[in-house]
């Protein structure tokens, strides 16, 4: 049982981390509050479906297909929605939602409410203390840690990546300094619809694929940015973590606890809220709290 | 008696008729009360009878989001406390609805104290967020429990406001008439014996510097919470009274997306807006469910509603058509309608701007 816990806590904690990453990214760059991020990750998994199931093309264009297009699908929308209306947080997050809600409307007039399937990277499990894990899983878990490498040393290695978090320190400050602000958002929101993107491949096989399957992750989200702390995208990746184990438990330990999964979850973020509002490692700001 | 019938006239004349918004008020208020004379179709009924409660509801997330400026994400919350509160109530104990559906209101306004607890802490999208959640851990309580919620099905068999459908119809109509009045005085920034509507209207604009003039925020706040609870608490056992039903669809996000949609393509921070954003709205989405393309892509169409009101028209459509037909006078403020040239009271030139251009030509 607690090796249970504790593989499925890690898994489940690394696929989160993925989808978190990409979500406290845009947020702390650009202080959009993306609540359609799950949205995109949807789409994205419903790319796929189309490329492996209608076009038929094997499963790693198809990811390719769905990222491409997810990312463009994503730029759009900044462009259009979030560009517009970047000074107000509570319009940016009311159309975040709206976009969020049209993508599973115009998903569920194509493909109805079924639930569908794509297929796996590798078949077959491997038994670890007696604990059954699928290679899907333990493929999911790897390839999300070496994303978050990878994003790693974009951010600090690169020169993008310092312009990156110069935005993200001081937007204005980092204008004067000759970074083009405008496009930083825009390259910072194709990296995290991407990374949306790339984890509906990873996640997909594992959670069927359906047209309210944003709203769940979402939830996983928006605590774990709350958790980790604004403005820390290490933090947001550690959260998730905590975020898998508190969920595994949760569902092996409670009785009646796979309905509680979400709501454990923010149980933690209202605790945190009251308890530590800038979060596990954000920094302590002033004017958003009283 | 001539005398006072005289001075009601003056009073009509001079501070209803003469203003585009006031006859537009009394109208749809006339309009609402004279429904039943006109048609006695259960299905219309049923749509204006719904309309009236989620009007209610929409309204009531205004006094806290609007003027208040606490974003609430979650405010199916207090609609769906109330409305099980007045179910479970009314179904083990039998007490009729004239006393469950205060109770419930009482229980949301219990609730939502709780979750201004936290809103005195945090602001802005923190709050948005914590709201959000607070529907969701409910809901997840409700499934678990379910043999006292009744689970996915929820509390059914609730008794009926009133045996007659019309009946039913006129105390919804007349507690809402009430409701919506009192919240908007409530709100009322000019009002001359309350200071917590210009209050709210400070807390919402700048925190910081309303504290520093000398306003106990925390109070406004919790008052804020506590007074949207009890409406939006008033419209959930209205709603568990009329459709014999409490569900955990009300606790859904969805739910409380409704009442930000409908405020929202009104108006934000004016309470008829509410009333008007659901009262356009909710029918259309009635409407267009007769279809059988227009079932499909309702909320498609609402969610472009939604989109291109935040876009195109962030007033919203009250506000936007109220600028359009309403004046104020440059020299005495007083609301004038738009064909007027000349100011109603004080005859100054309410255009002066085009009258200059029309001199100079």
Not at chain 1, 51 to 56: A, M
Not at chain 2, 58 to 75: E, I, P, R
Request: hydrophobic fraction near 60%; glycine fraction near 10%.
């Amino acid at each position: 049982m607690l090796l249970n816990i504790l593989i499925n806590g890690l898994i489940v904690g690394g696929m989160y981390a993925l989808l978190a990453v990409g979500f406290a990214l845009i947020f702390s760059v650009a202080r959009i509050l993306n609540m359609a991020h799950t949205a995109f990750y949807m789409v994205s998994a419903y790319v796929i479906y189309i490329g492996t199931s209608v076009l038929h093309l094997s499963l790693f264009p198809s990811i390719a297909l769905a990222i491409l297009s997810t990312v463009i699908l994503g730029v759009l929308c900044f462009y259009l929605f979030f560009d517009r209306v970047k000074e107000h947080e509570f319009a940016v997050m009311i159309i975040a939602v709206a976009l969020a809600s049209l993508f599973q409307e115009i998903l569920l007039l194509t493909f109805g409410g079924t639930i569908l399937a794509i297929p796996d990277f590798a078949q077959g499990f491997i038994d670890i203390g007696g604990t059954n894990v699928s290679y899907q899983h333990i493929f999911a878990f790897l390839l999300s840690i070496l994303i978050l490498v990878m994003l790693w040393v974009v951010l600090s290695k690169t020169n993008l990546g310092s312009a990156i978090r110069a935005v993200a320190q001081d937007s204005e400050i980092a204008n004067l300094m000759g970074i083009d602000v405008r496009r930083i958002y825009v390259i910072v929101m194709a990296i995290s619809v991407g990374l949306a993107a790339v984890s509906a491949a990873v996640m997909g096989p594992i959670y069927m694929i359906s047209p309210l399957m944003w709203g769940q992750p979402l939830v996983i989200v928006l605590a774990a940015v709350v958790l980790g702390g604004a403005g820390s995208i290490g933090g947001a990746v550690i959260a998730a973590f905590i975020l898998g184990y508190v969920e595994s438990f949760v569902v092996f330990m409670v009785p009646g606890g796979s309905f509680l999964g979400g709501a454990a979850s923010m149980v933690v973020m209202i605790l945190v809220l009251l308890i530590r509002p800038e979060g596990l490692f954000g920094v302590h700001f002033e004017e958003e709290r009283l | 008696m001539r005398g006072h019938l005289f001075l009601f006239y003056r009073w009509l004349r001079g501070e209803v008729l003469s203003i585009p918004g006031r006859v537009i008020a009394l109208v749809f208020f006339i309009g609402l009360f004279l429904l039943p004379v006109v048609t006695q179709e259960p299905y219309y009924l049923r749509i204006a009878t719904l309309a009236i409660i989620f009007a209610l509801f929409a309204a009531s997330w205004d006094v806290l989001a609007g003027f208040a400026g606490q974003l609430n994400l979650g405010h199916g919350l207090f609609f769906g406390v109330s409305a099980y509160a007045a179910a479970f109530v009314n179904i083990n104990l039998h007490w009729p609805p004239w006393i469950t559906i205060p109770i419930g209101a009482v229980a949301a306004v219990l609730v939502g104290l709780i979750v201004g607890i936290p809103a005195l802490r945090l602001r802005g999208m923190y709050l948005a967020l914590v709201t959000l959640s607070f529907p969701l851990i409910l809901i997840g309580l409700v499934f678990v429990f379910s043999d006292v919620t009744g689970g996915e099905l929820g509390l059914f068999g609730t008794s009926v406001l009133s045996s007659s459908r019309v009946a039913s119809y006129y105390i919804i109509a007349v507690t809402f008439t009430i409701c919506v009045f009192a919240m908007y005085k409530f709100t009322d920034a000019r009002s001359k014996y309350l200071r917590i509507g210009v209050l709210l209207h400070a807390l919402r604009e700048d925190e910081i510097t309303a504290r520093a003039s000398g306003i106990y925020t925390t109070k406004y706040k919790l008052l804020a919470f506590a007074v949207s609870g009890f409406f939006a608490g008033i419209a959930g056992g209205l709603y568990t009274h009329y459709l014999r039903i409490a569900g955990p669809s009300t606790l859904e996000l969805f739910f409380s997306f409704n009442a930000l949609l409908w405020s929202i393509f009104g108006g934000l921070g004016t309470i008829y807006g509410a009333v008007v954003g659901t009262f356009i709205l909710y029918p259309l989405t009635e409407v267009l469910s007769l279809f059988d393309l227009g079932e499909k892509i309702r909320f498609v169409v609402l969610a472009v509603v939604l989109i291109s009101t935040l876009l195109f028209m962030p007033e919203g459509i009250a506000v936007w058509i109220l600028d359009k037909i309403e004046v104020k006078c440059p020299r005495c403020k007083l609301v004038n309608v738009f064909w007027r040239k000349r100011c109603r009271s004080c005859r100054a030139d309410l255009y002066p701007e085009k009258t200059k251009i029309k001199e100079l030509l």
